[in-house]
T-cell receptor
């Protein structure tokens, strides 16, 4: 059982559509991060959220940290083919801040 | 800028063989870690280190050893390779404070036959 549950596991959409990826846990995290990974490469950090209820925007990407710091979401507006990739959420557990735990990832394909 | 460098990039081992995956970073980061990535399971933490001489276990440490004799290097040793250790391995480093950017290497593809 994953400590961080991501959904959906796969997402295939057309260019211009909106989408939301969810990251849920029963545990509290001191901070949560979202990464994007391209084939054959390591994950690259997109954003870090620290405060419960925090919302951060990165161009067409909106990240939200739940009030209780147990969940997070990534919303992409008007998806483009360049958004295609594996999106991973990862969190530092409260009190165990040296361990970064990852979710299983959401594989997104955006078709022209 | 070298960042995090992993070697080798590809390796095929026979069951029972031992090997070491090398990881080096040139950013003077205190925190380093090793992950393995398997289909449908994301990245799982194997071992991590918060500084030279200090290591600790992650989620899946069995079958792997690490040491941290210098700030720059964090090798991962497979003592007796098993087919279940076929995976992609990533080394990562950061300044060590939660929320700091974690930099990943490009990965090492290991196949155990």
């Amino acid at each position: 059982t994953q400590l961080l549950e991501q959904s959906p596991q796969f997402l295939s959409i057309q260019e211009g559509e909106n989408l939301t990826v969810y990251c849920n846990s029963s545990s509290v995290f001191s901070s949560l991060q979202w990464y994007r990974q391209e084939p054959g490469e390591g994950p690259v950090l997109l954003v870090t959220v620290v405060t419960g209820g925090e919302v951060k925007k990165l161009k067409r990407l909106t990240f939200q940290f739940g009030d209780a710091r147990k969940d997070s979401s990534l919303h992409i507006t008007a998806a483009q083919p360049g958004d295609t990739g594996l999106y991973l959420c990862a969190g530092f557990l409260s009190g165990g801040y040296n361990k970064l735990i990852f979710g299983a990832g959401t594989r997104l394909a955006v078709h022209p | 800028n070298a960042g995090v460098t992993q070697t080798p990039k590809f390796q095929v081992l026979k069951t029972g063989q031992s090997m070491t995956l090398q990881c080096a970073q040139d950013m003077n980061h205190e925190y380093m870690s090793w992950y393995r990535q398997d289909p449908g399971m994301g990245l799982r933490l194997i071992h991590y280190s918060v500084g030279a001489g200090i290591t600790d276990q992650g989620e899946v440490p069995n079958g792997y050893n690490v040491s941290r004799s210098t700030t720059e290097d964090f090798p991962l040793r497979l003592l007796s390779a098993a087919p279940s250790q076929t995976s992609v391995y990533f080394c990562a480093s950061s300044a060590g404070v939660p929320g700091n950017t974690i930099y990943f290497g490009e990965g090492s593809w290991l196949t155990v036959v």
